[in-house]
T-cell receptor, first 115, second 111 residues
Framework: GAVVSQHPSWVICKSGTSVKIECRSL??????MFWYRQFPKQSLMLMATSNEGSKATYEQGVEKDKFLINHASLTLSTLTVTSAHPEDSSFYIC???????????FGDGTRLSIL | LAKTTQPISMDSYEGQEVNITCSHN???????ITWYQQFPSQGPRFIIQGYKTKVTNEVASLFIPADRKSSTLSLPRVSLSDTAVYYCLVGENNQGGKLIFGQGTELSVKP
C-alpha cells in the first residue's frame, strides 16, 4: 500500500516552455503533499508544502510564480515549471502524507532537462 | 526542525552488519527520528521510525539512547543492493509532516 505515482518520469523540453508534473497517491488520500528538488550528488531540497484546496506554502527562496502548485484533490497535486530555463533542470520529487503521524511516501521523481 | 549530522560516506562488504550513526543534538521533546533510503534516480523509501530505545522491523533496527541526541541505523547482513544513500531526519510528526533532508550517508557495499 501507500503508493505515490509521478508522471512523467522523464521530460526534455526547450527553454521557455512550461512543464507540468503530476503527483498522485494511488491507494490513499493525501492530506498534504510536498514537492522537492534534487540536483546531482546533492540532498533533497523542500520546495513547497501543498494542502488540498488551499494555496501552497513555499520555502524561502522558491519563486511561487515560477513553480506553480495545484492540489485540486486529495489524490492529485501538480507542479508546473513555468517558462523553464536550463538552470531549472533537476530531479523533482513529490511525496504524500496520509496522516500527520505517519511517514511521507515518495514518488519516483521526474527528471527534467531543459535545452 | 533539528539539524542532523551523518557521515558522508561508508564502505562495507556483503554479509556485514552496517551501523550508521546520526547526531541530532538539538532534538526536541516531540521530535521523531526517521530514516529513508534513496537509490539513484528514485524517490526516497521509508525504512524505519522511532522515538526512543529500540525499534526493529523486517529490514533494519533503530537504536536511540536515552538522551536521544543521536541514533543508529543498523542494517544486518548487507547485500550489494543495499548500496544507496541513507538519510536521517528529525521532526515532529504533527508539524504537518515537513521534512528537511540533510546530506545523507552514501553507503557502498562491495562484494
Amino acid at each position: 500500500g501507500a503508493v505515490v505515482s509521478q508522471h512523467p518520469s522523464w521530460v526534455i523540453c526547450k527553454s521557455g516552455t512550461s512543464v507540468k508534473i503530476e503527483c498522485r497517491s494511488l491507494d490513499f488520500q493525501a492530506t498534504t503533499m510536498f514537492w522537492y528538488r534534487q540536483f546531482p550528488k546533492q540532498s533533497l531540497m523542500l520546495m513547497a508544502t501543498s494542502n488540498e484546496g488551499s494555496k501552497a506554502t513555499y520555502e524561502q527562496g522558491v519563486e511561487k510564480d515560477k513553480f506553480l502548485i495545484n492540489h485540486a484533490s486529495l489524490t492529485l497535486s501538480t507542479l508546473t515549471v513555468t517558462s523553464a530555463h536550463p538552470e531549472d533542470s533537476s530531479f523533482y520529487i513529490c511525496s504524500a502524507l496520509e496522516h500527520s503521524n505517519q511517514p511521507q511516501h515518495f514518488g519516483d521523481g521526474t527528471r527534467l532537462s531543459i535545452l | 526542525l533539528a539539524k542532523t549530522t551523518q557521515p558522508i560516506s561508508m564502505d562495507s562488504y556483503e554479509g556485514q552488519e552496517v551501523n550508521i550513526t546520526c547526531s541530532h543534538n538539538n532534538i526536541a521533546t516531540n521530535d521523531y527520528i526517521t530514516w529513508y533510503q534513496q537509490f539513484p534516480s528514485q524517490g526516497p523509501r521509508f525504512i524505519i521510525q522511532g522515538y526512543k530505545t529500540k525499534v526493529t522491523n523486517e529490514v533494519a533496527s533503530l537504536f536511540i539512547p536515552a538522551d536521544r541526541k543521536s541514533s543508529t541505523l543498523s542494517l544486518p547482513r548487507v547485500s550489494l543492493s543495499d548500496t544507496a544513500v541513507y538519510y536521517c531526519l528529525v521532526g515532529e510528526n504533527n508539524q504537518g509532516g515537513k521534512l528537511i533532508f540533510g546530506q545523507g550517508t552514501e553507503l557502498s557495499v562491495k562484494p
